[in-house]
């Protein structure tokens, strides 16, 4: 942890998944979290909500946005698509590995292109081996995530989003430049919720995540702004 002492530089690593069923919500999140450094997630539900206009104003509070459809489609409606969403104030943007190099080749193209940032998803870390297993895989979540990541280096994307667990095999493998964007981030002091396999922020960072997805202990809190702030308690 030692090269990660400035906390600014900690919170410039945090992306906030507003995962908020209100427009309103979304928004006083952002006037909380403003300036403080770090990004903030809008995922399929705010998107569905209010499709890209929200980027835009979080564009203007000084955010770096992280726009997570997680798209998986052929590859000429992915390129078309993303042709689309990269005119928008995104930074990062990302599509499902699994849809097979040339969709991914042409995705990291068009992001390129445009000087944004693309990652690809690996195995969804709400699937178990013996989901994985119905769906045609081997049952080896680890092997699957390094297989398709190496996929998605070959393809040019950028990195990966993976769980942190998965990050040291993933940081030996994929070298030091290949982004690990990971969820399932839980400080201490919070709730698992939902997520099961946990890393605190610091064990995360240690693993060689480059990009904490944190939602819940910070939207939830009654206070957003000193939960980020906290994480590192
Ligand atoms: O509230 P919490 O911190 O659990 O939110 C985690 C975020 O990361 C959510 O937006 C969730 O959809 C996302 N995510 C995840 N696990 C994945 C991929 C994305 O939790 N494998």
Known sequence: MAKYSDKKEL?????????????????DLGQALAGSGCWVKVGLELYALTGLSLIEEFKQMGFKIFLDLKLHDIPNTVERTLKLLVRSGVDMVNVHCSGGYEMLARAAEVCHQAEKTIIGVTVLTSLGSEDLITIGMDGNAEQQALR???LAQKAGLDGVVASAQEAPILRQECGPDFLLVTPGIRPAWSAKDDQVRVLTPRKALDA???????GRPITMAANPREALEN???
């Open 11 to 27: 919170l410039r690593k945090v992306i906030v998944a507003l995962d908020v069923d209100s427009k309103q919500r979304a928004l």
């Open 148 to 150: 398709l990541a190496k």
């Open 208 to 214: 060689g995540s480059s990009y904490l997805v944190v």
């Open 231 to 233: 994480l590192w308690d």
